[in-house]
Nanobody
Framework: QVQLVESGGGLVQDGGSLRLSCAAS????????MGWFRQAPGKEREFVAA????????YYEPSVRGRFAISRDNAKNTVLLQMNTLKPEDTAVYYC?????????????????????WGQGTQVTVSS
């Protein structure tokens, strides 16, 4: 069992930056692939970014590539999402998720159904 707690959300102006943090409980954090997803009002949950258990591979949704950066610190059981050049369309609730699947290619990592544990979410609002 893994418990995930997100923090770092808030209100920021167009072009601003935020850093989301996800703190994980449990001693096997380094065995989990980790992902960030988001859900805007009236829309389905969508993939944002993911990082493999080792940290060697990262994946991004095309609209955030070059603006967002995912990283992890396995010693601190933490995964971060640095978000720069934020746009109003980035407004959503952002969720951290853990995936114990052995598959770590792009097709697996972007699929929300492959994630086993989810945080409660943190609101990100970008004003224009």
């Amino acid at each position: 069992q893994v418990q995930l707690v997100e923090s770092g959300g808030g209100l920021v102006q167009d072009g601003g930056s935020l850093r989301l943090s996800c703190a994980a409980s449990g001693r096997t954090f380094s065995a989990y692939h980790m992902g960030w997803f988001r859900q805007a009002p009236g829309k389905e949950r969508e993939f944002v970014a993911a990082i493999s258990a080792s940290g060697r591979s990262t994946y991004y949704e095309p609209s955030v590539r070059g603006r967002f950066a995912i990283s992890r610190d396995n010693a601190k059981n933490t995964v971060l999402l640095q978000m720069n050049t934020l746009k109003p369309e980035d407004t959503a609730v952002y969720y951290c998720a853990a995936n114990v699947d052995t598959c770590s290619d792009y097709g697996c990592m972007v699929n929300a159904r492959r994630y086993d544990f989810w945080g409660q979410g943190t609101q990100v609002t970008v004003s224009s």
